[in-house]
């Protein structure tokens, strides 16, 4: 696997779960969210301060963005990040986009995970 450079986002995150018909808030321009749609819930990832009050709120993620753009069929990618952080006993929420891969880890794990990724070669831009 190539080594990575991954991106350390500005904001502090919150996993939110909704009921899955809720209708999600439209974040602003320029900052990660996530929305899922699913049969038995809704789930959003956004920036902390735009979580909405009626859902049930997990804060406390910090967000790594791969920064590197691979095709579909280059295997390995996001198991050359998870790889370390579970080795190390570091919980993660993941996704991926189109263009790339997105890794949360809790706030009180970040220093730990950020000495992980280092461990296994990636870089860590802050």
Request: proline share 9%; glycine share 8%; hydrophobic share 45%.
């Amino acid at each position: 696997m190539p080594a990575l450079t991954l991106q350390l986002l500005d904001s502090p995150y919150a996993v939110c779960r909704l009921p899955a018909d809720a209708s999600a808030p439209s974040p602003p321009p320029g900052s990660f969210s996530l929305l899922i749609r699913a049969v038995e819930e809704t789930t959003l990832v956004c920036p902390l301060d735009q979580a909405p009050g009626d859902a049930e709120i997990d804060p406390g993620w910090r967000c790594l963005r791969i920064l590197q753009v691979f095709d579909f069929s280059v295997a390995g990618i996001l198991a050359s990040v998870l790889g370390p952080l579970a080795r190390s006993g570091i919980g993660i929420f993941a996704s991926s986009t189109f263009s790339t891969d997105y890794v949360l880890v809790k706030a009180g794990d970040l220093d730990r995970a950020v000495e992980a990724l280092a461990g296994a070669g990636h870089t860590i831009e802050t």
